[in-house]
């Protein structure tokens, strides 16, 4: 099974990807696909969060462990299981800058694949260490 992701920014508002993902795949090999697809640094602290209806943060998910988990051994199907599928991932912690992951749909693998794959992009993305732009989301608002 896969999942089909769609990733947006704040800024640049053109920015666009669609990625294909298995479901068994962790949040480490998604990381990792989008620091290659996306042309950023290895070298920097990564989050992803996730949010509740309100756009509250109820999770956060690191290269190491901050109390909920670490993502190389949280896969997407967990967190579908867990319903957690609104998801931001924090490429600049100093400046909260994210990207939005949307669970679009999922689909049989293709044996003829491999994945995770880019299977639509548009824009480009956001520079990882413009800090002149704008924090995506100034106050982050944490479930109580």
Do not use: C, W
Not at 103 to 119: M, Q
């Amino acid at each position: 099974m896969i999942y089909r992701l769609k990733i947006t920014a704040v800024f640049p508002k053109d920015f666009m990807r669609v990625v294909e993902i298995k479901a068994s795949q962790t949040l480490y090999t998604l990381h990792e696909h989008l620091q290659n697809d996306l042309g950023y640094a290895p070298d920097q602290m990564v989050v992803f969060r996730t949010l509740t209806e309100k756009g509250k943060v109820k999770k956060q998910y690191g290269l190491f462990d901050m109390g909920d988990g670490s993502i190389d051994t949280l896969t997407l199907a967990e967190l579908k299981r867990r319903n957690e599928l609104d998801i931001q991932y924090v490429f600049d912690l100093r400046n909260n800058r994210f990207l939005k992951i949307e669970f679009t749909g999922e689909d049989e693998a293709s044996p003829r694949k491999a994945y995770p794959l880019t299977a639509d992009e548009k824009g480009l993305p956001p520079d990882q260490f413009d800090a002149r732009l704008p924090a995506e989301d100034p106050l982050i608002d944490h479930e109580e």
